[in-house]
């Protein structure tokens, strides 16, 4: 998509231009007309003073969606009325997320994809608004990027064709700083003792890998980010039931995330030093799978006792998250699509924060806020810690009994905690299952909804 600066007003929009209006009804008015040869597309905004920065950001994706509604190809727009919330690089990016649709795997009909093709942005202009509404656009579509990785089917995605998802994402990059990739194969992690990525990926014929993807723009401890990787998700021998299983293929969300993350820190030259992990396995029911009961010898040492096999992201990322400790981090931070608990607490449109470390929930909630991935802090408070001690291991990967049902995402958050405390940095955890895919209302096509990239690089800019 194009998207250009014009000086002045909307009203000197050349023909050929859909103008988009906005009027004080509700949301959903929506109106197309054509008068003088003027074609102008109204949009429903509410009273200017119920405008928020949550509400410009759904605007932007509105104008959007309604423009690819009612097939403009081209399409002019004025926002700088909103005053304090207009942002330019915060409307490139929902620009940019609005004009993206899952298509890869559809015949293109003879017409073509509904899709806006260029955009005049009217108003001020100056260098500044420029490099903005241009970093923006790279933000946007690097969110977009990671939907589509997640939106692949698990079948074109192996843990294998992750790790080269990674690789080709860091060579995507062009000039500046590289990336480098490592990609560690089941020999290789034997020889570490990733016992718990091993004991996952037991069930599947296709092999675990471990990325790591590092981008040194600056010296210093790095920046750790760790990805969910489970390409596929069938809950192993303790197998979804049908109303789950389906986007289970999206429960590598987490990776994505991570990989674009990395990947956009160093096409935008961030001068930070960034290191993103990637444990990937195939969560399957194969004969060789892990049993309930099992016990797992993870890299810290520590055992864990199975007690369902479909609570495995933990499993993955507790071996991640050891390994991170050998790279002197400042800060890890991990993404996970690990519960479905965080769905029920949370609904659909925010994902679980999860950290003992007060300041740094501070700041990744203020940079959800900005960035427009909004997360809220569960507890992790010690009394929950009993929960997840194992009776013939060191822990277990749930707590069982009666009361395993309450508060899963703590225990999610809680069991991953045993591990980090051991990391001698700050450390949060993120739980996106309930932003996996887009919500009602988010103004996004269907699908992965590309959480938490726009966090991530807020977070690593402003360390």
């Known amino acids: 998509m194009k998207l250009s600066f014009k000086k002045g007003n909307i009203e000197n929009a050349p023909k050929g231009y859909v103008r988009i209006a906005f009027t004080d009804k509700t949301k959903e008015a929506r109106r197309f007309t054509r008068e003088k040869g003027i074609e102008t597309l109204e949009l429903g905004v509410g009273k200017p003073g119920e405008m928020s920065a949550r509400k410009f950001i759904i605007l932007c994706r509105s104008v959007v969606q309604a423009a690819k509604a009612n097939k403009c190809k081209k399409i002019a727009v004025q926002l700088d009325m909103f005053q304090k919330f207009y942002n330019p690089q915060l409307a490139a990016e929902n620009f940019e997320m609005a004009n993206f649709e899952f298509n890869a795997l559809k015949t293109r009909p003879k017409e073509g994809w509904d899709t806006v093709e260029e955009i005049f942005l009217y108003g001020k202009s100056s260098p500044m608004i420029e490099r903005a509404v241009k970093k923006g656009q790279e933000i946007g579509r690097a969110v977009n990027a990671c939907r589509t990785l997640a939106n692949t089917p698990g079948g074109d995605m192996t843990p294998t064709l992750l790790a080269a998802a990674g690789l080709a994402a860091a060579r995507s990059v062009g000039a500046g700083p590289k990336i480098k990739v490592t990609t560690l194969g089941e020999r290789e992690m034997k020889k570490l003792g990733m016992g718990a990525i091993l004991g996952v990926a037991r069930g599947s014929t296709e092999a675990p890998t471990f990325t790591i993807m590092e981008y040194k723009g600056a010296s210093g401890r790095p920046i750790v980010l760790v990805g969910k990787g489970v390409t ?6 303790n197998l979804k039931p049908s109303n789950s299983i389906y986007e289970m293929h999206m429960d590598m969300s987490g990776a994505a995330s991570v990989i674009y993350a990395v ?8 001068k930070k030093h960034v290191i993103g992990l990637v444990p990937a396995v195939e969560n399957m029911p194969g004969n060789s799978a892990y049993r309930p009961g099992d016990v797992l010898k993870s890299l810290s040492g520590k055992t864990i006792e199975v007690l369902d096999t479909d609570a495995e992201g933990r499993l993955i990322l507790a071996d991640a998250l050891t390994y991170a400790k050998r790279l002197k981090p400042s800060v890890v931070i991990d993404v996970a699509t690990l519960t479905g608990a965080a769905v029920s ?25 900005t960035s427009g991935d909004y997360i809220w802090r569960l507890p992790l408070w010690d009394e929950y810690e009993e929960r997840v001690k194992g009776e013939f291991a060191d822990i277990k990967n749930v707590p069982g009994g009666s009361t395993s049902r309450y508060g899963g995402a703590i225990d999610g958050g809680m069991f991953l905690w045993q591990f980090a405390k051991e990391l001698e940095c700050p450390w949060a955890h993120l739980d996106i299952a309930p932003r996996m895919t887009a919500a009602p209302g988010d103004e996004l096509a269907k699908g992965a909804a590309g959480t938490p990239v726009r966090l991530l690089l807020r977070f690593i800019e402003q360390s």
């Open 263 to 270: 990947a956009l820190a160093a096409r935008l030259k961030l």
């Open 232 to 237: 596929f998700d069938s809950g192993g021998l």
């Open 345 to 369: 607490a949370l609904g659909l449109y925010a994902s679980a924060l999860l950290t003992r470390d007060d300041a740094l929930a501070e700041r990744l909630s203020r940079d959800g806020e």
